[in-house]
């Protein structure tokens, strides 16, 4: 036996006479403290804006629909893409000039789109993040090739942070039966690579809307 398996042999022994310890507890990075739904709303509002971002608050689908038809002659859309949903449809209905993205629509057809609608199926207090599902690769492009995003979603779509939300999250990420992935959306498109200048739009979206109804 060598120096080195004499020293392993003590260092085992040693081990082996030590009882076991119990690990700590993971430790709660993002407690939980339930914020009631307006608190969360100002939260996102405060945050949303930090981003560059843009906040209309509603309170009816009626509120949210008008709001969209000023939008429309604000960037004198006479069509909106929209992905389909029950939210969407409902903020859309006996609205014109309503395109919705299908499977077999190319990126160029998407990015010549003035405006792009998506509902949000939860909106993170915590940074302003708009969470997005998106089944096929075109509704996943709405969210990133038309100039301006406009993202519709409930108060009850409001979580306090991730963790918050992940509990829902989580199983829908994990269901095989499901495709697609999740989209986060922090704000409008923006880099600063160049002498340190924000810019806007250059990787998306120049304006992000968050229609929030309730």
């Not at 199926?121 to 100039?147: F, H, I, K, W």
């Not at 959306?185 to 200048?197: C, F, L, V």
């Amino acid at each position: 036996m060598n120096s080195r398996d004499t020293v392993l042999g003590r260092i085992r022994n040693a081990l082996a006479d030590r009882p076991v310890e119990e690990l700590p507890p993971v430790p709660e990075v993002w407690p939980e403290t339930n914020p009631d739904a307006e608190t969360m709303a100002a939260r996102f509002a405060q945050e949303l804006d930090a981003v560059q971002g843009e906040l209309h608050r509603c309170r009816s689908m009626d509120d949210a629909r008008a709001k969209l038809r000023g939008l429309m002659k604000e960037f004198g859309a006479s069509a909106i893409g929209a992905i389909d949903g029950p939210v969407a449809r409902e903020v859309t209905e006996g609205l014109n000039g309503v395109a919705w993205v299908a499977g077999d629509w190319d990126p160029n057809r998407i990015g010549q789109l003035p405006l792009g609608l998506v509902a949000a199926d939860y909106l993170l207090a915590d940074t302003g993040t708009c969470v997005v599902a998106n089944g096929t690769s075109q509704e996943r492009l709405m969210c990133y090739l038309p100039p301006a995003c406009i993202v519709i979603a409930k108060t009850d779509r409001l979580r306090e942070h991730l963790p918050a939300a992940w509990k829902e999250i989580g199983p829908r990420a994990a269901d095989p039966a499901l495709c697609g992935e999740f989209v986060f959306i922090t704000g409008p498109s923006r880099t600063a690579d160049i002498e340190k200048i924000l810019i806007l739009g250059v990787h998306g979206p120049k304006r992000l809307i968050v229609l929030l109804v309730g």
